[in-house]
């Protein structure tokens, strides 16, 4: 069942127009996250609304925006003032041009969004628009409106549907300059070049999000698991840092590790999380045993969010 959608309205190309639904491409759920808890009994910690001055609880209803100007003077804004804000982008994505991918910083890339028609009319129109972006290998710049905020929206083709990512207004990106100035200008050789040349080229391969395996999850579920079975936790030995003094040599000695032996098989690839993190919870007393359990998908009563 796919998720609910974020927004709907309209993708409109000049005069072709279809309605649509945007749904988000990525999901953190299945993370593990952590209740805050009180210490002492054991019981959840739950945040109140409250004056600043008078300490009293503020129900939701008596709660509305206001734009500090100095201090503790703010100026009111009301929903229905913010909803007359004229935005036409509020039910439609109006695309405005068409540019080359690589045009387009990493920088500016938010999140991603599946776009796809929203009913049983104008999937026609909207494969219109799909196919033009795709056979012009192009990406087409809109702008939609979420929680009340107009974002830039880069839209392509993916198999029968779109893939929309917000971008970030040249406002919200901060200049490299002010990070880069102080970073010495330093002179790399030829060798120490070519070495690290071939280093990338041992390393060298396709993008492939399977062979990476989350190993913080992992250990989280590793610990909760040792301590729901009882078990002492203990603090592992840290790693050391080594301090690089010979540069060339490290190189030369980052080639050798890089090469495999002879008849060295290659490295398996990491096993894939199973839906729900399968392996996350362990058996509970008069509960089945431990190869039934980890048969099924991990209850998401234990993992609510904080």
């Known amino acids: 069942m796919a998720p609910r959608a974020n927004w709907k309205g309209f993708l409109r190309l000049s005069l072709v127009t279809c309605p649509v639904a945007l749904y988000p491409a990525t999901s953190e759920s299945e993370k593990i996250s952590f209740n805050q808890l009180n210490r002492t009994t054991g019981h959840r910690i739950k945040y109140l609304k409250v004056d600043a001055d008078t300490g009293d609880e503020v129900p939701n209803e008596d709660i509305v925006k206001g734009y500090q100007i100095e201090k503790d003077q703010f100026i009111e804004v009301t929903k229905e003032e913010l909803e007359e804000v004229a935005l036409e982008s509020t039910r439609t994505i109006e695309i405005d041009e068409f540019v080359d991918k690589s045009d387009i910083d990493p920088r500016y890339l938010i999140r991603p969004y599946y776009l796809r028609p929203d009913g049983k009319v104008g999937h026609d129109a909207f494969a219109v628009i799909r196919e033009t972006i795709r056979e012009m290998d192009k990406v087409a710049i809109g702008r939609v409106v979420l929680t009340n905020r107009e974002h830039i929206i880069a839209l392509e083709a993916m198999d029968k549907g779109l893939v929309g990512t917000l971008l970030r207004y040249p406002y919200e990106v901060r200049s490299e300059q002010?990070?880069?100035?102080?970073?010495?200008?330093?002179?790399?050789?030829?060798?120490?070049?070519?070495?690290?040349?071939?280093?990338?080229?041992q390393k060298a391969g396709r993008f492939d999000p399977e062979k990476f395996e989350d190993h913080y999850e992992t250990a989280l579920i590793d610990l909760i698991n040792q301590k729901r079975a009882g078990k002492?936790?203990?603090?592992?030995?840290?790693?050391?840092?080594?301090?690089?003094?010979?540069?060339?040599?490290?190189?030369?000695?980052?080639?050798?590790?890089?090469?495999?032996?002879?008849?060295?098989?290659?490295?398996?690839?990491?096993?894939?999380?199973?839906?729900?993190q399968k392996e996350m919870l362990m058996p509970i007393a008069g509960k089945k045993p431990a190869k039934e359990v980890a048969k099924k998908p991990a209850s998401r009563s234990h993992r609510k969010s904080a």
């Open 178 to 201: 002010e990070y880069f100035d102080e970073i010495q200008d330093v002179k790399v050789t030829k060798d120490m070049l070519d070495l690290a040349k071939h280093i990338v080229n």
């Open 232 to 276: 002492v936790i203990r603090p592992k030995e840290r790693p050391k840092g080594e301090n690089v003094v010979d540069l060339m040599e490290a190189l030369r000695q980052s080639v050798g590790r890089e090469v495999a032996p002879k008849g060295a098989k290659p490295a398996k690839k990491p096993r894939k999380a199973a839906a729900g």
